[in-house]
């Protein structure tokens, strides 16, 4: 059974502004998405990795492949408007067979620790899927005519990445949503939508997805020697 990691970095980073995307921001002459390159590169349980990238962002990987050697890096392939239409490029250039495991990353996640990767990795090859999620720590409100109420925090999720699923699985729910016209903000939703049990394995603060410019100095105070901001 092979795993492949699917990265989609063709985003714009419209809440962070500027003319870099967030994932191509450099960090100790580092661009961000080396740093998430690097953990799936190092882990023995993936096999290969596939970027969706657009414009500029297809040289620069090539640069920081070339760069870092990262021998699992064996597409580069055209991201989509929406996040999902960049991994369903991506899945679909991926040369995969049917039980073999497509885990879905967000560029923009840095700092996944390698035992979070190796857990979700081992329990979907055991259960089928992982979708890597931290329990909520915080109290949750919503907020109702009257103000605030509240929602039992114990069965509240944070929903992360990696999402690892078989391909066939995944293809599959792709595939459903694409017919109804339907777009998801991650791959667990479609998932969902399209009938398939979807197994929670356990995600870290560490791996918060850099969207403001609040996590951008987050992420450079977790780096060593990272940049001031
Ligand atoms: N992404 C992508 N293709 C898109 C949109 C997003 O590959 N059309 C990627 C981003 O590059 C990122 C991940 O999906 O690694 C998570 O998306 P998000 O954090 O929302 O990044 P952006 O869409 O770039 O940011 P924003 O929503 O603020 O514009
Ligand atoms: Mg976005």
């Given amino acids: 059974m092979r795993t492949v990691a699917i990265i989609p970095a063709a985003g714009s980073s419209t809440r962070i502004g500027g003319d870099v995307p967030k994932q191509f921001m450099k960090f100790n002459d580092r661009e961000l998405i080396a740093y998430t390159l690097e953990v799936f590169q190092n882990s023995p349980l993936v096999d290969e990795i596939i ?16 760069r870092e050697n990262l021998t699992k890096l064996t597409k580069i392939v055209e991201g989509g408007k ?20 497509a885990a879905v990353h967000d560029a923009a996640r840095a700092l996944l620790p390698a035992e979070v990767l190796a857990k979700a990795v081992t329990e979907a090859k055991e259960k089928g899927s992982a979708l890597v999620c931290m ?16 929602i039992d925090r114990s069965k509240v999720y944070i929903v992360q990445t990696p999402q690892i699923f078989r391909y066939g699985e995944l293809m599959d729910a792709f595939n459903k949503a694409y017919a109804a016209g339907w777009y998801g903000t991650d791959e667990s939703s479609l998932m969902r939508r399209a009938g398939y049990p ?9 791996n918060f997805k850099v969207t403001t410019k609040e996590d951008l100095q987050i ?8 940049l001031p901001f």
Avoid: C, M, W
Wanted: aromatic residues 8%; without cysteine; negative net charge.
């Fill in 198 to 206: 979807v197994h929670i394995s356990e995600g870290s603060a560490l």
């Fill in 135 to 150: 329990k909520a720590r915080d109290t949750i409100g919503y907020l109702e005519f009257t103000g605030l109420d509240y």
């Fill in 219 to 226: 992420f450079s105070k977790l780096i060593p020697d990272g």
């Fill in 82 to 101: 929406e996040r999902q239409d960049s991994v369903y490029n991506a899945l679909k250039e991926a040369d995969l067979a049917v039980d073999d495991l």
């Fill in 51 to 66: 970027v969706a990238t657009s414009g500029t962002g297809h040289e620069i990987i090539s640069e920081i492949r070339k």
